[in-house]
């Protein structure tokens, strides 16, 4: 009896398993977040993988973000003393100390200031929800 207990647990998870991975699980409750939280992971690995294959790469993006820390810095600030102080600090603890990260963060950051998120969600459901 028990055996038969155990057989039928495995395969009831066995094919909730493949229920989670099959492509008709799109359109299941819950599942739509696993997609995206897929689809941001990897939108976050492409900004070291591409300043790792095209170097020329890590001055834009630190261009790029050095700019937008002076930027929010000062519309926060004003134009002063103190503006360059906690700009020079930020650029040099972000950019300088942890490019790799920040640019995975900035182009996140991007795509969800963008808007793109919903276009990505609905590719996926395209994509794989048929």
């Not at 799109?26 to 591409?50: E, S």
């Not at 001055?59 to 600030?77: N, P, S």
């Not at 102080?85 to 650029?91: G, Q, T």
């Amino acid at each position: 009896m028990n055996e038969k207990k155990i057989k039928q647990n495995e395969s009831s998870a066995k094919n909730k398993l493949l229920d989670l991975l099959s492509f008709n699980a799109m359109n299941q409750k819950g599942n739509v977040i696993l997609y995206i939280i897929i689809a941001f992971a990897i939108i976050a690995i492409l900004p070291p993988i591409f300043i790792s294959i095209f170097p020329p790469a890590k001055y834009i993006f630190a261009i790029i973000i050095v700019f937008t820390i002076w930027g929010t810095v000062r519309m926060f600030l004003g134009d002063g003393a103190l503006t360059w102080i906690i700009s020079a600090v930020l650029i040099y603890l972000i950019v300088i100390q942890h490019l790799m990260l920040a640019s995975s963060i900035f182009t996140l950051q991007m795509v969800l200031m963008l808007g793109v998120t919903s276009v990505i969600v609905w590719g996926i459901a395209r994509t794989i929800g048929g």
